[in-house]
């Protein structure tokens, strides 16, 4: 995966405080995606990353800092892979191109991310628990997705029903059930774009 689209940075530079954001942030999403974040305790957070409770505090003020703080690093980082697969795309490429683009760099982020894509990208995302800026990140990725769709859909590439919302939120559940369960994310990918008709959109431009 690029450094640059990591959740949390990775570097041999980084400082022992750093790593231990990072582990504590792997947590999280671990916990969220597993539990939600109702059924997720600092407890929990902190046995995982082999911390003692007190020391999350050192880094994040309350629990729901820290779930903000992950929700946010994986939105920006799931919109990461949107914005490079999309600028791959030739400006002149047709709608199913574009979605097919989407839908590959969507399989890669769960596949790269896998527990924070589960966390920021479920149906449930935990809106209370987040902050404006991580509610500002989801909008702007789902907003972006459901535009994609509708352009497909006004392209009559898909059917015009169901709403471009609902037929967003089932692209998401595709792709993130089967990705996690293990499947390789291009074919994911290729298998999702059979079945909506999109003839393989956006494999020529997928990232190396």
Not at 27 to 39: F, H
Not at 103 to 130: C, G, K, M, Q, W
Not at 151 to 171: E, F, H, V
Request: aromatic share 4%; net charge positive; with cysteine.
């Amino acid at each position: 995966m690029r450094d640059d689209i990591r959740p949390v940075a990775e570097s041999g530079q980084e400082s022992k405080g750093g790593r231990t954001r990072k582990r504590l942030l792997d947590a999280t999403a671990a916990e969220v995606a597993r539990c939600g974040v109702a059924g997720t305790s600092i407890n929990a957070i902190a046995a995982a990353a082999g911390l003692k409770t007190g020391s999350i505090y050192f880094h994040f003020e309350s629990k729901d800092r820290l779930v903000e703080a992950m929700l946010e690093e994986g939105l920006l980082a799931s919109l990461a892979y949107l914005d490079a697969a999309l600028a791959a795309v030739p400006d002149q490429a047709d709608a199913a191109t574009r979605l097919g683009a989407a839908i590959r760099a969507h399989a890669t982020a769960v596949h790269e991310l896998s527990n924070y894509t589960v966390a920021v990208l479920a149906p449930t995302f935990p809106s209370d628990s987040a902050g404006t800026a991580a509610r500002k990140l989801r909008r702007s990725y789902v907003s972006r997705w459901t535009q994609l769709v509708r352009d497909a859909q006004s392209a009559g590439i898909l059917a015009p029903q169901p709403d471009a919302r609902l037929l967003r939120d089932l692209i998401f559940g595709a792709l993130n059930a089967v990705s996690l369960a293990g499947r390789p994310s291009d074919d994911t990918a290729d298998a999702l774009q059979a079945l909506l008709g999109l003839a393989g959109g956006g494999r020529s431009h997928k990232r190396t």
